[in-house]
């Protein structure tokens, strides 16, 4: 029989590869997508086997009937506070309510569980999530992928090409970073969605 999945963002970088993903495991994929969603978007994600579902993703109940059934919602919301907490949030709530037993925020990032507050915005955001969803008693996994390689071309201060330097966090130049495709954190994300014996941490 197969797993109904359900993919928050799917219509996002991450979240459509994420559903793509699932399929090619005989997964059955609910795309969650807002109204006014890109419809080129939502088109391909039909057109390739995904349940397009359009929901109003601030409406509690519109969110919890495309969650029931489901056995895992993947949450792939990108975005700040509005987003990563109160957005994911009502997610969560909504599977909760619906009886979903397992969840994947949005974490795909380094592991800032033991990370103190303020030292970055982003792990903040999710630590503030966190506090929440260990508030429920859904069963989830948080996918830490240390960072997209894909960043490494970017020109970013970490890994500079155009003038040819290299930055490293903190007082330690040999601080180790690791660094993930987006496909692979894909695949390792549809492959979690789809073993209830996946841990809470799962550290690529």
Request: charged share 20%; with cysteine; glycine share 6%.
């Given at each position: 029989m197969k797993k109904k999945i359900l993919v928050a963002?799917?219509?996002g970088d991450l979240g459509g590869r994420i559903v793509k993903a699932l399929l090619s495991k005989n997964a059955e994929v609910i795309a969650l997508v807002r109204?006014?969603?890109?419809?080129?978007?939502?088109?391909?994600?039909?057109?390739?086997?995904?349940?397009v579902i359009k929901a109003d993703t601030n409406n509690f109940d519109e969110v919890k009937k495309a969650c029931t059934g489901v056995s895992c919602v993947v949450s792939a919301l990108a975005g700040l506070h509005d987003v990563i907490v109160d957005a994911q949030t009502l997610l969560?709530?909504?599977?909760?309510?619906?009886?979903?037993?397992?969840f994947i925020p949005s974490?795909?990032?380094t592991n800032f569980t033991n990370l103190p507050e303020g030292e970055n915005r982003n792990f903040d955001l999710r630590k503030q999530f966190h506090q929440k969803l260990d508030q429920t008693n859904i069963a989830y996994t948080s996918i830490f992928i240390g960072a997209f390689s894909d960043i490494l071309m970017y020109g970013t201060p970490l890994y500079n090409l155009k003038n040819n330097t290299i930055g490293f966090w903190g007082e330690n130049p040999d601080f180790k970073l690791d660094f993930t495709t987006k496909d692979n954190t894909a695949a390792y994300t549809a492959a979690v969605a789809l073993d209830d014996s996946a841990p809470k941490i799962l550290q690529i």
């Amino acid at each position: 029989m197969k797993k109904k999945i359900l993919v928050a963002g799917a219509t996002g970088d991450l979240g459509g590869r994420i559903v793509k993903a699932l399929l090619s495991k005989n997964a059955e994929v609910i795309a969650l997508v807002r109204h006014g969603a890109d419809q080129t978007k939502t088109d391909q994600l039909a057109a390739i086997g995904a349940t397009v579902i359009k929901a109003d993703t601030n409406n509690f109940d519109e969110v919890k009937k495309a969650c029931t059934g489901v056995s895992c919602v993947v949450s792939a919301l990108a975005g700040l506070h509005d987003v990563i907490v109160d957005a994911q949030t009502l997610l969560l709530n909504a599977a909760v309510a619906a009886g979903v037993p397992r969840f994947i925020p949005s974490d795909y990032s380094t592991n800032f569980t033991n990370l103190p507050e303020g030292e970055n915005r982003n792990f903040d955001l999710r630590k503030q999530f966190h506090q929440k969803l260990d508030q429920t008693n859904i069963a989830y996994t948080s996918i830490f992928i240390g960072a997209f390689s894909d960043i490494l071309m970017y020109g970013t201060p970490l890994y500079n090409l155009k003038n040819n330097t290299i930055g490293f966090w903190g007082e330690n130049p040999d601080f180790k970073l690791d660094f993930t495709t987006k496909d692979n954190t894909a695949a390792y994300t549809a492959a979690v969605a789809l073993d209830d014996s996946a841990p809470k941490i799962l550290q690529i």
